[in-house]
């Protein structure tokens, strides 16, 4: 399917900046990303062409410091000057993808303005991919140097600047969402930081794993050169797993390097397919799915919760054996208890792994009620 990018705030310029390095130019699958921030230091961070990357609301230097009240007044503001603002008047895709870290004001604060006013004047589904903030963000300790100090990143030895209200901002962020986007695909950053890493290196890594995750779901249905899909996954699938009732949606993915046949002269010029045992697919085939199913998720959870399923499994095209995908689909079933699944193949010529992405669709997790419970406690003096 063709996507549209749009980020807001810092988190979500850097993630839509994250999806555009990660997109292969052999199936490309993005028609436009645009950046918007309040910030224009963090604007001018990305790799995002100067032409996409749009500064709105008054001048600010470091943002708006966590005030989501006002982050929300800018967003109503210009969430109209925004769209009109874009490279193109109407998306050409066959959806829009609406990127936000929840913790802070400017993309907290623009999104449901931006999503709802998208909503009225397209007629594609919008879908915000959204980042949970991590523990560390409001519940560090700080230290005594007054209003504006530093929190320290016990983990790392770093400083980051504190956001006790990152939690309270993602609710709020999320229940005005809620009935808005057509769904809220969720990336918990807690989940996937390492004890030993600073928040900036962390965002960086994290960043690239959710980007992966989007191109392995996002561009299953484009066509590579030379290969067809036995099961294509269109926009119309993505649609009817996801819907387009705000359900909460997390991503699942595992991949493993194949044996993909060299140039027979080791130039890298006429390189032949290789001559793959089915015991060898089926086995990578089982792998990834298992993995990409009760591995890490991008926001974890009860998987009999989920209402749907979606698996997308990709590779070079001798590696896709069509009875182990379809018994991969069969798996996912399964671990869903019977809930509605579909299932497609993504061939990659010029891949060099087996991979699987796993969509489920309205979930239900614990870790959104550890973050209500959050921004339900007074920030420490």
């Not at 057509?182 to 990336?187: N, P, Q, V």
Request: aromatic content about 4%; some cysteine; overall charge negative.
């Amino acid at each position: 399917m063709q996507l549209e990018v749009l980020g807001v705030g810092g988190a979500g310029c850097r993630i839509a900046d994250a999806i555009r390095a990660a997109e292969p130019a052999e199936h490309s699958f993005l028609t436009d990303v645009t950046v918007f921030d309040t910030d224009e230091a963090d604007l001018n961070r990305t790799v995002i062409p100067e032409s996409h990357r749009v500064q709105y609301g008054p001048a600010s230097d470091g943002g708006l410091d966590g005030d989501l009240e006002r982050g929300l007044t800018i967003g109503r503001e210009h969430a109209d000057d925004l769209l009109e603002r874009r490279d193109r008047d109407a998306p050409t895709a066959d959806a829009v993808l609406v990127a936000v870290g929840l913790g802070g004001a400017t993309g907290g604060g623009t999104a449901p303005a931006l999503v709802a006013t998208l909503q009225q004047r397209y007629d594609v589904p919008v879908y915000v991919l959204a980042t949970l903030p991590a523990d560390r963000e409001f519940a560090a300790t700080a230290d005594a140097s007054g209003p504006g100090h530093r929190v320290s990143d016990p983990a790392a030895g770093s400083e980051t600047p504190p956001r006790p209200n990152a939690a309270a901002n993602a609710v709020a962020t999320l229940e005005r969402l809620d009935g808005v986007a057509s769904a809220i695909i969720c990336f918990d950053n807690e989940a996937w930081l390492h004890p030993v890493e600073s928040l900036a290196d962390a965002r960086d890594r994290c960043n690239r794993e959710l980007a992966t995750q989007v191109e392995a779901v996002f561009a299953a249905g484009e066509r590579s050169a030379g290969a067809v899909a036995q099961t294509v996954i269109d926009a119309s699938d993505v649609r009817r797993i996801v819907g387009d009732q705000s359900a909460i949606v997390t991503l699942g993915y595992d991949d493993v390097a194949v044996e993909t046949g060299g140039s027979r002269f080791g130039l890298g010029l006429f390189s032949s397919p290789p001559d793959v045992e089915t015991s060898e697919a089926v086995s990578a085939i089982e792998t990834v799915v298992r993995k990409g199913i009760h591995g890490k998720l991008s926001l974890e959870c009860n998987l009999e919760t989920a209402a749907r399923g979606l698996l997308v499994v990709g590779g070079p095209p001798a590696w896709l054996n069509r009875q182990a995908i379809a018994e991969g689909r069969q798996t996912l079933e399964s671990a869903l208890d019977g809930a509605g699944v579909l299932g497609g193949d993504a061939p990659r010529p010029d891949g060099e792994s087996v991979f699987a992405g796993v969509v489920l669709a309205g979930v239900e997790s614990d870790r959104l009620t550890a973050l209500r419970a959050a921004a339900q406690r007074p920030p420490e003096p």
